[in-house]
């Protein structure tokens, strides 16, 4: 069954689990600091690793030490599905170990 987009109602109860990540753009969306580029990259390759099981992947941009996160999910049009706030969830569990901020 297709995933069902969420309302803002219930973008907001996620977020409020989720410190750090904000909707906009119909986007969930999260900005980590990292202390160095290669820890931005190697936080992007875990964010990979996982996105792949999950077969759900986010936009993912390196700034240096900076890692953006933005997801959505196409099949829907791009709008927030649980899919989203399961993928995001995973990556703020795996973000704390790599001293992502
Ligand atoms: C065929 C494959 O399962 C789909 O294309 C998956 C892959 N990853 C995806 N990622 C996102 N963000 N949205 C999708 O709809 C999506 N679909």
Do not use: C, K
């Not at 390196?62 to 099949?75: K, R």
Request: charge should be negative.
């Amino acid at each position: 069954m297709a995933p069902q987009p969420l309302n803002e109602t219930q973008i907001g109860e996620v977020l409020s689990g989720l410190p750090g990540w904000a909707f906009g753009d119909d986007r969930l969306v999260r900005e980590y600091t990292l202390d160095s580029h290669l820890a931005a990259v190697a936080l992007l390759v875990h964010i990979a690793t996982l996105q792949e099981q999950l077969d759900h992947h986010a936009n993912l941009t390196v700034t240096y030490n900076q890692l953006g996160v933005a997801v959505n999910t196409h099949s829907v049009g791009g709008l927030v599905t649980e899919l989203d706030t399961q993928l995001a969830t995973r990556i703020e569990e795996i973000a704390a170990g790599h001293g992502a901020r």
